[in-house]
């Protein structure tokens, strides 16, 4: 009897979720990315198993598609899921052009460092991504810079213990962002080519990231 039970609610909670979506918007959507990709009704539908006709109904706006179906949609036309979902892709602003706006991202699941050089809806392992809050902490993790001729040796004073590290080092100036990718267990130091006036951000699994300005004179 549970199981029926959960089974009838499952069925009721997609009608609910079917009954809130527009699906005029959604069919016209579909039909804008399938053309974008070149693809036919036909193409599309083969791809998912089903029937040409079905295709052209949610073009139409004539019923939504069954919710089993839309990981596979979101895939095949390469939009998310969620934006399909609402029959609208957001569009971003477009790039300024000055890399300082950079925003950086860890994906919470699988550690994935994923960059942006402006607002950016960044997803990973089906989750959205969440731009990090860079905090001056100068105090917690000090930074010794060492010149030379053609590069500058980095020296973060932090843990680099399994549970408590530093994941990544980022030299960000007007026009590049120079990352390296750090590990537990290694020395917390980093060489980058002698650049001037950019700032350094590290991030470090427990406090997060941390921004430092004047290492660099310009």
């Not at 089903?50 to 109904?57: C, E, F, L, M, P």
């Not at 052009?97 to 994923?114: D, K, S």
């Not at 980022?170 to 020395?187: F, G, H, K």
Request: hydrophobic share 40%; glycine share 8%; net charge neutral.
């Amino acid at each position: 009897m549970l199981f029926l039970q959960t089974v009838g609610t499952i069925k009721q909670m997609k009608q609910e979720r079917k009954m809130c979506m527009d699906c005029a918007k959604i069919g016209a959507l579909i039909a804008a990315l399938r053309k974008e990709k070149g693809l036919t009704q036909k193409a599309l539908a083969n791809q998912l198993g089903i029937s040409n006709k079905t295709v052209s109904k949610w073009e139409c706006g004539q019923g939504c598609a069954d919710l089993s179906y839309w990981p596979q949609l979101s895939a095949i036309l390469g939009v998310d899921i969620g934006q399909m979902m609402e029959g609208e892709i957001t569009v971003n602003q477009p790039d300024s052009g000055n890399i300082r706006q950079v925003r950086f991202y860890v994906c919470p699941m699988c550690g994935n460092i994923l960059v942006s050089t402006g607002s950016a809806a960044v997803f990973c392992c089906g989750r959205k991504a969440e731009a990090l809050t860079a905090i001056d902490s100068a105090e917690n993790a000090p930074v010794t810079v060492e010149e030379s001729d053609i590069d500058y040796y980095i020296t973060v004073d932090h843990p680099m213990r399994k549970e408590h590290y530093l994941s990544f080092a980022a030299y960000v100036s007007y026009d590049r962002v120079i990352l390296t990718r750090l590990y537990p267990e290694q020395s917390p130091c980093i060489r980058i080519p002698l650049c001037k006036g950019g700032k350094l951000y590290v991030y470090c699994v427990e406090d997060g990231l941390m921004c430092y300005e004047g290492l660099f004179f310009a």
